[in-house]
């Protein structure tokens, strides 16, 4: 079975559009730590580059939108290695 993360803009804050939202989804199988935050990293700049396409202020949505999805696919995954080489810490539960 192969494992995946979606990684999500949530362009209806963003964007007014509400129908724009775009996601990804990210294979996690036999990838090392880094090769996933990489990985995730690159699908979030996909999604937030399509998610701000007409923004009235792109750059600053952009990297709201970037930081929110990786922030989010980070989480999700549960990992603290990951969370650690994406400078994230995850809640204790």
């Given amino acids: 079975m192969i494992r ?3 990684i999500a803009a949530a362009a209806a804050m963003l964007v007014a559009a509400p129908a724009s939202a775009q996601s990804m989804k990210v294979a996690v199988a ?3 730590t880094e090769q996933l935050h990489a990985d995730i990293a690159k699908a979030a700049k996909k999604v937030c580059q399509q ?3 007409g923004a009235s202020f792109p750059r600053e949505m952009y990297a709201s939108c970037f930081k929110h999805a990786v922030a989010d696919a980070v989480t999700r995954a549960n990992d603290p290695a990951l969370a650690a080489a994406a400078g994230l ?3 204790s539960r």
């Fill in 4 to 6: 995946t993360l979606t």
């Fill in 51 to 53: 998610a701000v396409v």
């Fill in 30 to 32: 036999g990838k090392t």
């Fill in 89 to 91: 810490k995850l809640a």
